[in-house]
Structures are given as structure tokens and as C-alpha cells.
């Protein structure tokens, strides 16, 4: 899949992560895009993304490797929880 349909079918209009070498061809299509923030770790990403919602009511998209998914769970059940 071209990563232009793939960003399409997202539908976010905001993205975050942790670049890797297996996401290059997605994070450098997003930066030249200009709509890609790059995150210390997957947690800070959350954050921003939560942030992003918040201001503007539009969903963001993080994307990260499946290792850093431990990263994600506090500020996802800090932020994202409505309880």
C-alpha cells in the first residue's frame, strides 16, 4: 500500500511517534507533509497526541513499534481514560 492512501484511510490530520528505520518511508512522507511531530518516547507522543485533541477536537494518530507499546499504557490510562 502507498503510504499517501495509507495516511488517507487514517484520516488524522496530526501524527506522533518514535521514527525508526521500518517506518522511514511513512515518517519522511509525513514530514515533508509537514504534519509530523517527533517524540522522545512513546509516552510523550501520547501526550501530544492527547493534546492535540484536546485543543482542537480532531483525532491524531501515533504510531510506534510494538516494543514500545509499554511506554504507551500510563499515559494512555492517565490521559485517555474519561474516568
Known amino acids: 500500500m502507498k503510504v499517501e492512501k495509507f495516511t488517507e484511510l487514517l484520516g488524522a490530520d496530526f501524527f506522533t511517534g518514535v521514527p525508526d528505520s521500518l517506518l522511514k518511508s511513512f515518517c519522511a512522507y509525513l514530514t515533508d507533509k509537514g504534519c509530523n511531530q517527533i517524540a522522545a518516547n512513546e509516552g510523550g507522543a501520547v501526550g501530544l ?5 484536546l485543543a482542537t477536537g480532531k483525532p491524531a494518530c501515533v504510531y510506534m513499534q510494538n516494543s514500545g507499546q509499554g511506554n504507551a499504557v500510563n499515559p494512555l490510562a492517565s490521559l485517555a481514560d474519561p474516568d
Open 49 to 53: 497526541a492527547a493534546g492535540h485533541y
